[in-house]
């Protein structure tokens, strides 16, 4: 926005400027007498209404103005925000399925909770995952020997992370 108020009185200044010259010149060529001079009066006059007209090409040219700025700032922060968005739904999507793992190995309330990170290529890893069993309920028609490292197992490969990367807080 800046920018754009900069830009708009240089444009302003630029353009009362070139109507005033015009209007002068004009007038200077009126009163002029006719006779030799006037030729290369009239001459110099166009040479200098030319260089007004693209001085400010001149100017534009020394000033240093990165357009990625204005143009991809607002594009990179929602994009951003986007993809947080996409990598914590992707959090909670595993967790569900993790749920329902532990629900088919008979273990069902259980709290699940991905931590993950973005690695260097900006791509989602899961660095553990915790598990609550405080309101777990183990199915009792299943036997219970093993039932936790057995989840622990099958979260671990479905997640494709290191066993001792599934903590179980009971």
Known sequence: MLFYRCTSSVMKSYVSNL???SFVFTIFILIIPSGKMTKSV??????ILIILVFSPLVKLKNIDINMNDFIFKD??????NFIEYVYQEKAKS???NCENISKELGVSNAEFSVVYAINVENQFEVEYIEINLKNAVINSEIEHINIIEK???NISEY???DYKNVVVYE
């Open 159 to 161: 997640l494709d992370i």
């Open 19 to 21: 109507i005033i010259s």
């Open 94 to 96: 595993l967790e569900n």
């Open 42 to 47: 009239k001459t110099t006059i166009g040479l």
């Open 151 to 153: 989840v622990k197992k």
């Open 75 to 80: 594009d990179i922060e929602i994009q951003t």
